[in-house]
């Protein structure tokens, strides 16, 4: 059967009809993510819009189509990133990247040539992580000193809960022996009591001023780079968690300027957050860029150690973590926003911090009953990483409900210490994505970039395999929690598209949405598990405009 919509209604609100091409994609396997037509063999876009969905034969005809060969690459709805940092992405791009660095060594020898290469100014970097180097320890301004010394140098762990800095950037910050470290952060010392030069979670904005990322033309530039590599990834769609608030207004401009080749779902910084609730939730650009929520933290992350747990850490007793905001605090706050009608996204990683938010959502909920809220019991509040759950806690996620916005390459990185962290018995409730699936929760899929590398085969191969890269999975590291392709790919499409309200036109190829497409030369739902993240996007499509194509 032909599916097609009157035009008036199919084209109505098209998105960038000036720049939209009229397009025929064939030549490779289709997957709608419909359950009652999951597979086609030709799609046809008409100004933005999905105008046919189905088999060759019953194709209609039309003058104006710009054929695109599959050349038997794979197509999908467009995948969303439903946790990721832009920024970050651009500012790795522009800046040191210790990303894949394999020892204390190997880290400043990079440094040493970076800094060689870029004489003046100070030094910012990310990427390094320590848990699989033969030193296994944390870097210290020692280690700076002797790879640039004199320069302020500031190298941020992968997971952008710690940074350590050189000994010019402690003095430079006027961070001392002396200097206590603010409520939800840590200044690690050493025997001597001198500051090591890392700083854990909050002590990170003891040197924030001394960031290179204020300047208007190189934020902008960083941006510009972020769009690309994603694009360049197959991303059509990324949920831009702690966007800057001040950044709001560059975005969408650069929406209405069309630099912005991508659908950008903002959940902002707390700083943003009267502002945004008063004026609520706001988009330009034919919703090219959507901001309509907070992003809060509640505890810090594993791998530093400042993910909150209600039982101390397996390898350090004397510690449970670092909670970075109170019940006090926080409650008050979501209910302006229930009241607002913006969602809450809130950062928890640990068992305490997961079991923390689930209470001060069910409080903020009970004391603004739903005639006072925009949108009612519908409110879709999101719990971002989900990471180390309580088995008996699982039924928050469905009595709420909350959306569980996990990153699957996490648990393939972690996999490496998170059992040193927290022990065996933890680990049932760890990266539990097919428990709460299992459960009728939304799992959300992301990447968390620049923490990850960022790319949605890694992430895909990480949800339905567990394994790292190499095909490394370690003793009982829960392989039941995988999941299957499909609800994979759910992750990555329709379920991003649910927790960002745009259900109705994304994460799936129908009739009537927007042209939001993405081929990878790997076909997800029959590859061999290993060739999936040795893949690469072929084609970009966002409002039926080509963002990507491969050669």
Same mark, same amino acid.
């Given at each position: 059967?032909?599916?097609?919509?009157?035009?008036?209604?199919?084209?109505?609100?098209?998105?960038?009809?000036?720049?939209?091409?009229?397009?025929?994609?064939?030549?490779?396997?289709?997957?709608?993510?419909?359950?009652?037509?999951?597979?086609?063999?030709?799609?046809?876009?008409?100004?933005?819009?999905?105008?046919?969905?189905?088999?060759? &034969?019953?194709?209609?005809?039309?003058?104006?189509?710009?054929?695109?060969?599959?050349?038997?690459? *794979?197509?999908?709805?467009?995948?969303?990133?439903?946790?990721?940092?832009?920024?970050?992405?651009?500012?790795?791009?522009?800046?040191?990247?210790?990303?894949?660095?394999?020892?204390?060594?190997?880290?400043?020898?990079?440094?040493?040539?970076?800094?060689?290469?870029?004489?003046?100014?100070?030094?910012?970097?990310?990427?390094?992580?320590? +848990?699989?180097?033969?030193?296994?320890?944390?870097?210290? *301004?020692?280690?700076?000193?002797?790879?640039?010394?004199?320069?302020?140098?500031?190298?941020?762990?992968?997971?952008?809960?710690?940074?350590?800095?050189?000994?010019?950037?402690?003095?430079?910050?006027?961070?001392?022996?002396?200097?206590?470290?603010?409520?939800?952060?840590?200044?690690?010392?050493?025997?001597?009591?001198?500051?090591?030069?890392?700083?854990?979670?909050?002590?990170?904005?003891?040197?924030?001023?001394?960031?290179?990322?204020?300047?208007?033309?190189?934020?902008?530039?960083?941006?510009?780079?972020?769009?690309?590599?994603?694009?360049?990834?197959?991303? +059509?769609?990324? $949920?831009?968690?702690?966007?800057? %608030?001040?950044?709001?207004?560059?975005?969408?401009?650069?929406?209405?300027?069309?630099?912005?080749?991508?659908?950008?779902?903002?959940?902002?910084?707390?700083?943003?957050?009267?502002?945004?609730?008063?004026?609520?939730?706001?988009?330009?650009?034919?919703?090219?860029?959507?901001?309509?929520?907070?992003?809060?933290?509640?505890?810090?992350?594993?791998?530093?150690?400042?993910?909150?747990?209600?039982?101390?850490?397996?390898?350090?007793?004397?510690?449970?973590?670092?909670?970075?905001?109170?019940?006090?605090?926080?409650?008050?706050?979501?209910?302006?926003?229930?009241?607002?009608?913006?969602?809450? &996204?809130?950062?928890?990683?640990?068992?305490?911090?997961?079991?923390?938010?689930?209470?001060?959502?069910?409080?903020?909920?009970?004391?603004?009953?739903?005639?006072?809220?925009?949108?009612?019991?519908?409110?879709? %509040?999101?719990?971002?990483? &989900?990471?180390?759950?309580?088995?008996?806690?699982?039924?928050?996620?469905?009595?709420?409900?909350?959306? *569980?916005?996990?990153?699957?390459?996490? &648990?393939?990185?972690?996999? $490496?210490?998170?059992?040193?962290?927290?022990?065996?018995?933890?680990?049932?409730?760890?990266?539990? %994505?097919?428990?709460?699936?299992?459960?009728?929760?939304?799992?959300?899929?992301?990447?968390?970039?620049?923490?990850?590398?960022?790319?949605?085969?890694?992430?895909?191969?990480?949800?339905?395999?567990?394994?790292?890269?190499?095909?490394?999975?370690?003793?009982?590291?829960?392989?039941?929690?995988?999941?299957?392709?499909?609800?994979?790919?759910?992750?990555?499409?329709?379920?991003?598209? $649910?927790?960002?309200?745009?259900?109705?036109?994304?994460?799936?190829?129908?009739?009537?949405?927007?042209?939001?497409?993405?081929?990878?030369?790997?076909?997800?739902?029959?590859?061999?598990?290993?060739?999936?993240?040795?893949?690469?996007?072929?084609?970009?499509?966002?409002?039926?405009?080509?963002?990507?194509?491969?050669?």
């Amino acid at each position: 059967m032909i599916r097609r919509l009157a035009l008036a209604l199919l084209f109505a609100g098209a998105a960038n009809t000036a720049q939209a091409q009229n397009l025929l994609i064939r030549g490779g396997p289709i997957y709608t993510g419909v359950e009652a037509a999951p597979t086609a063999e030709v799609v046809q876009v008409r100004d933005g819009r999905i105008y046919y969905v189905g088999s060759f &034969a019953e194709a209609p005809t039309g003058d104006g189509l710009t054929l695109i060969d599959l050349k038997g690459a *794979a197509l999908f709805p467009g995948f969303t990133d439903g946790h990721a940092h832009l920024d970050g992405i651009g500012w790795r791009e522009l800046t040191l990247n210790l990303e894949g660095s394999t020892s204390v060594a190997d880290a400043m020898a990079k440094l040493t040539a970076w800094a060689q290469a870029h004489p003046d100014g100070p030094i910012v970097g990310r990427g390094w992580i320590e +848990t699989r180097w033969p030193e296994a320890r944390f870097l210290t *301004a020692a280690d700076l000193d002797a790879a640039a010394p004199g320069r302020v140098v500031l190298l941020g762990r992968a997971d952008g809960h710690a940074v350590v800095a050189s000994t010019a950037a402690l003095t430079a910050a006027g961070i001392t022996a002396s200097t206590q470290a603010p409520a939800g952060g840590e200044i690690l010392k050493g025997r001597d009591g001198q500051p090591t030069g890392l700083l854990v979670d909050a002590a990170e904005q003891l040197v924030a001023q001394l960031m290179p990322q204020a300047d208007p033309a190189a934020l902008r530039e960083a941006y510009r780079a972020g769009f690309r590599v994603e694009a360049q990834y197959g991303w +059509t769609g990324i $949920h831009f968690m702690s966007a800057p %608030w001040r950044d709001i207004p560059l975005l969408e401009e650069m929406a209405q300027a069309g630099e912005a080749p991508l659908r950008l779902y903002n959940s902002v910084t707390p700083d943003g957050a009267a502002e945004l609730i008063a004026g609520g939730p706001r988009s330009v650009a034919d919703e090219r860029v959507v901001t309509r929520a907070i992003k809060y933290y509640a505890d810090g992350a594993l791998g530093s150690r400042g993910a909150a747990l209600f039982e101390p850490y397996a390898d350090r007793p004397d510690t449970t973590g670092l909670m970075q905001i109170t019940e006090a605090e926080i409650v008050p706050l979501y209910e302006a926003a229930l009241k607002g009608g913006i969602q809450i &996204a809130t950062h928890a990683i640990g068992d305490r911090g997961n079991a923390s938010v689930a209470d001060w959502y069910a409080r903020a909920l009970a004391a603004v009953p739903e005639p006072e809220r925009p949108d009612g019991a519908d409110v879709r %509040w999101r719990i971002e990483h &989900a990471q180390i759950l309580r088995p008996a806690d699982y039924q928050d996620f469905v009595d709420l409900p909350i959306i *569980a916005s996990m990153q699957p390459s996490h &648990a393939i990185g972690d996999l $490496h210490f998170a059992p040193a962290r927290l022990g065996d018995a933890r680990l049932d409730g760890a990266y539990a %994505w097919h428990s709460l699936v299992d459960r009728g929760v939304i799992v959300v899929g992301g990447s968390d970039a620049p923490v990850e590398r960022g790319s949605p085969l890694i992430e895909f191969y990480a949800a339905v395999t567990r394994r790292d890269l190499e095909g490394f999975q370690g003793p009982d590291w829960r392989p039941n929690e995988a999941v299957d392709r499909m609800t994979a790919l759910r992750m990555f499409t329709l379920w991003p598209a $649910h927790a960002s309200f745009q259900e109705d036109d994304l994460g799936t190829i129908e009739v009537g949405k927007r042209a939001d497409l993405t081929a990878f030369d790997v076909d997800l739902m029959t590859a061999p598990f290993a060739d999936i993240p040795k893949g690469k996007a072929t084609l970009t499509v966002v409002d039926g405009v080509v963002v990507h194509q491969a050669d």
